[in-house]
């Protein structure tokens, strides 16, 4: 009995120590002089490997995505004889809830387990203890322009899944359903609105962006230096950045909707 | 050679982002139409505004001229002041010319609908349009509707009475 207890309070002190040390490793990252000139070419390189890279899923999903809920919202809005509403039941769900959390499952999937996998690579190589000695500082040679990366390019992605979302969403309804093309688009404009739903949609796709790589590059860098640990970290990062973006969106869409 | 055409593909990809964002502000949004295009706000009282909304658009024949930029409430006659931005190019709307709060079908948001009078003169900016009738609230329509069948079942039992 008081051994389950005591294994309960490790459980809790391990969680608490997991999470005050992503947080300086956090804020080690973060606050630092800046050296703008010479961490641009390697932000741009990482922007290349996290963001354009992951531009084809993000797109061909985007599209699937914005074509399957064109073809059902069509077939239940007409049991309503609603079907001019296409347009605005297929914004309001992709740019409100869709893009931002299927995008960040697809980075959390496509970039953050490569991110896992290469910082852990390194430690396991020792590269980033070369580095310490050679007096270069691994958090921001490495870790810096990679966190900074993913902050940028999610919200960009998630902004390029919903407006070709609704191009796939367009694609089923117009083209292939014969939906009117003007009060597809009309009834859009009149119900999206741009601050309440396009900037929240943005909104969230940068706190996925902010929580996704952070989760990544804390997993990466903590992980144990064995090819099992590289393992295991890289699948944390999968589940713990899915269930942290599942879990966030609901607490942001409570709070957006509620008026604050 | 390598690092330029990385920073080549690294700019195509934000202006993509860019383009995407512009798409998702004019094209879904409509973001353009809520741009102030200037023009001249009228005012009316009406007994009852029902569910209309600031934003709302202001038709005439069923084509928009406007918005409703305000709603608020008089407070020495109670009524709701209703502030309507019409478009510059709408300047020959008769001083006469009635407001009525309507519904988009059944289940719609509420709008104004602007009926033309017959006066010389056109409104401009800071008039009051005096001729208004207030939103249909559906359930006074039942309440009088109730009311005229109670009566009008009520004067049958009195005639087959007598």
Sequence with gaps: MLQKIQALGRIGLTFCSDLGRSGLFLSRTLVRRPRIAKSFPLLIEQIFAVGVLSLVIIVLSGLFIGMVVGLQGYHTLNKFGATQQLGQLIALSVVRELSPVITALLFAGRAGSALTAEIGLMKATEQLKSMEMMGVDPLWRIVSPRFWAGFITMPILSIIFSAVAIFGGYLVGVDWLGVDAGSFWSNMQSSVEFHADIINGIIKGIVFGFVCTWIAVFQGYDTVPTAEGIGRATTRTVVYSSLAVLGLDFVLTAVMMGGW | ?162
Aim: cysteine-free; overall charge neutral.
């Design chain 2, 1 to 162: 050679m390598r690092e330029r055409s990385i920073e080549i593909i690294v700019g195509l990809f934000m202006l993509a982002g860019v383009l995407a964002l512009l798409i998702l502000a004019l094209k879904v949004s409509g973001l353009s139409n809520y741009v102030s295009t200037g023009g001249y706000t009228v005012t009316a009282d009406f007994d009852n505004v029902g569910d209309l909304k600031v934003r709302a658009p202001v038709t005439m024949s069923g084509v928009k001229v406007g918005e409703v930029t305000g709603i608020g409430l008089n407070t020495t006659t109670f009524k709701a002041v209703v502030t309507m931005q019409i478009n510059p190019d709408q300047n020959k709307i008769p001083t006469d010319s009635s407001a009525s709060i309507y519904t988009q079908g059944l289940l719609g948001s509420n709008y104004v609908n602007l009926r033309p009078g017959f006066d010389d003169t056109y409104l401009k900016q800071g008039s009051v349009i005096h001729d208004t009738h207030p939103a249909l609230i559906l359930e006074d329509l039942i309440g009088q509707f109730l009311f005229s069948i109670k009566n009008s079942g009520s004067s049958n039992s009195s005639k087959s009475n007598t």
